[in-house]
Nanobody, 121 residues
């Protein structure tokens, strides 16, 4: 099996920073895209930013210039550095990873359990 474990959420004042981490473990052969999504109360889950294995990124307009994604392929870990946080950034943040398991050909998307980020005004 594959597990994604997130850490780094919390409560921060507007203008502050947080760094999220997500480590994938288990019977992993390869990981393609990794990303961060968020879900605010009463809203659908939305993409925040994603990164390919080669480091190409896709960033939501609402966080461009403030959030930065990075990954360590050797550690199967993805990070999200969040700066200049705003109250509208509040939500549960989920990491995702498109994983190929050992002895399997297909890539399957796995999700972390979610970590709460709350930005106070």
């Amino acid at each position: 099996q594959v597990q994604l474990v997130e850490s780094g959420g919390g409560l921060v004042q507007a203008g502050g920073s947080l760094r999220l981490s997500c480590a994938a473990s288990g019977t992993i052969s390869n990981i393609k895209d990794m990303g961060w999504y968020r879900q605010a109360p009463g809203k659908e889950r939305e993409l925040v930013v994603a990164i390919t294995r080669d480091g190409n990124t896709n960033t939501a307009t609402s966080v461009k210039g403030r959030f930065t994604i990075s990954r360590d392929n050797a550690k199967n870990t993805v990070y999200l550095q969040m700066n200049a946080l705003k109250p509208e950034d509040t939500g549960v943040y989920y990491c995702s990873a498109d994983v190929q398991r050992i002895f399997y050909a297909a890539f399957i998307r796995y999700w972390g359990q979610g970590t709460q980020v709350t930005v106070s005004s």
